[in-house]
């Protein structure tokens, strides 16, 4: 099992610029979340799902839209890139059993 | 929402001292998880505390859930190098799974 994948690890994007950050699993969980993290701080949820076809804010949805069109794929939209969305994303799935299973996250600059 | 707080921000130790971080919430948790992140990682579940005053251990770490459930803790006994880290604390909701973090204690190991 791959658990979850993230593409890509490493992106600059310029100020303005809009990308879509991949996040699958193949975990058959019905919960996926989207997290960032900024330098020495802790995870802010961002955007989540529990199970395809329905999302829900978070506690920093602002600048970011998600869709959930199957239960393996969670993609995080940026539009229109700022400065203060430089960070760390991190997906991550949960079957509500366990904890939950990080991939190996996004480092992006937006410059 | 209901928010963790947690202590201390940093601990730097000798190899071989103990190491104890704490998790504290103003309301009632129903659950507690923690999560070790390496430098340069991803977030890595460790365990997850459910009961009043619960404890549960895994070789040398030490996991604890207050007899009010309102705060937890993390006990490292005779700390390693590949202790180094941020560990983390979060509150998980029991119907989305929506996890709030605390802001981590971020672990250095002098060998």
């Known amino acids: 099992n791959a658990g979850v994948t993230q593409t890509p690890k490493f992106r600059i994007l310029k100020i303005g610029q809009s990308m879509t950050l991949q996040c699958t699993q193949d975990?058959?969980?019905?919960?996926m979340y989207w997290y960032r993290q900024d330098p020495g701080m802790g995870l802010k949820l961002i955007y989540y799902?529990?199970?395809?076809?329905?999302?829900d804010k978070g506690e920093v949805p602002n600048g970011y839209n998600v869709s959930r069109s199957t239960t393996e794929d969670f993609p995080l939209r940026l539009e229109l890139a700022a400065p203060s969305q430089t960070s760390v994303y991190f997906c991550a799935s949960s079957s509500l059993r366990d904890g939950y299973t990080f991939g190996s996250g996004t480092r992006l600059t937006v410059v | 929402g209901q928010q963790v707080m947690q202590i201390p921000q940093y601990q730097h130790v000798q190899e071989g001292e103990d190491f104890t971080t704490y998790c504290n919430s103003s309301t009632t948790l129903s659950n507690i998880q923690w999560y070790k992140q390496r430098p340069g990682g991803h977030p890595v579940f460790l365990i997850q505390l459910v009961k009043s005053g619960e404890v549960k251990k895994q070789k040398r770490l030490t996991f604890q859930f207050g007899e009010a459930k309102k705060n937890s803790s993390l006990h490292i006994t005779a700390t390693q190098t590949t202790d180094v880290g941020t560990y983390f604390c979060?509150?998980?909701?029991?119907?989305?799974?929506?996890?709030?973090f605390g802001q981590g204690t971020t672990l250095q190991v002098k060998p």
């Open positions: 979060a509150h998980g909701s029991s119907n989305t799974g929506k996890l709030i």
């Open positions: 799902s529990v199970g395809a076809g329905i999302t």
């Open positions: 975990m058959n969980h019905n919960y």
